[in-house]
């Protein structure tokens, strides 16, 4: 079977030389191996998102040469998909509204900590004829989940089988007060929809494999192969992020960067001046 992977970029700020690296890998993976590259844009942040952001994302890829295969898809115009996956859930009785806030959950002292960072106290769990006409977001019952499917839950990542261990995450939001979906379901049922054999992606995404996994038992949809690589790093050590400030990929356009010089080095592992790899 042909692989077929994909970029999935947030149009929330311009890419980076991180961005940059991802998209290659994923690329060039696809091409070795006759595949095929999908763009998706995960554009359903109200808050964030930016349509100028999109265009330059095309403008970025274009100028490394990175064409990807049919059309772009957008997660704003998959949002059926979204609402008949968590309808499932929510019949099978597997989610519930959740009213807190994230001050509300930062100031209980019940609440420990995970992967993701403060895990969900379980405030809302249990809660009688809740008035849904409020604002809510949709929670995971991660112990009703978990009781529902057979474990253990494997994945294959670089090549070896890992086990998945959803529970230290606790009850993860799957669908948002502001937003239709979380990027835990939205990302798991756009993979399944497209596809995608082979998710390329960075390590900092590693962990979140763990809830992905538990998502695609619940709804009976395929497991693709993980490959999760390195992160580029900045002079401190610090990995590349949009909050941080990092030089965009358009700054190395205007700056007089020569794309195919720039490509060619990435592909040899070689970063520019400032810029180095993280552990695997």
Request: net charge negative; hydrophobic share 45%; glycine share 10%.
């Amino acid at each position: 079977m042909q692989p077929v992977t994909r970029f999935a970029p947030s149009p929330t700020g311009r890419l980076h030389l991180g961005h940059a690296y991802s998209a290659l890998l994923a690329h060039d993976f696809a091409r070795a191996r006759d595949g095929a590259f999908l763009l998706r844009i995960e554009d359903i942040d109200p808050g964030r998102a930016r349509a100028e952001h999109v265009d330059a994302i095309f403008g970025d890829l274009i100028w490394l040469g990175l064409e990807w295969d049919g059309e772009v898809t957008y997660q704003s115009e998959r949002l059926p998909l979204y609402a008949d996956a968590l309808e499932r859930l929510r019949a099978a009785g597997l989610v519930y509204p959740c009213f807190c806030t994230r001050a509300d959950i930062a100031a209980s002292a019940s609440a420990p900590h995970g992967p993701g960072g403060a895990v969900y106290p379980g405030t809302c769990r249990g809660l009688a004829g809740p008035d849904l006409s409020l604002p809510h977001a949709w929670r995971l019952d991660m112990a009703a989940a978990l009781a529902s499917v057979a474990t253990p839950l494997a994945w294959i990542g670089n090549g070896v089988e890992v086990i998945a261990e959803p529970a230290a995450f606790g009850d993860v939001v799957l669908a948002r007060k502001d937003a239709p979906a979380s990027y835990h379901l939205a990302v798991t049922v756009d993979d399944a929809a497209q596809g995608v054999t082979d998710i390329v992606r960075g390590r900092d995404l590693f962990a979140a494999t763990h809830v992905h996994r538990l998502l695609q038992a619940l709804l009976g949809l395929p497991v693709p192969v993980y490959h999760h690589h390195a992160l580029l790093t900045d002079a401190q050590g610090r990995r590349l992020a949009k909050r941080h400030g990092a030089p965009a990929i358009a700054d190395l356009r205007t700056g007089g960067a020569d794309p195919a010089e720039l490509v060619a080095s990435l592909r040899r592992g070689e970063l520019p001046t400032g810029y180095s790899l993280g552990d695997a």
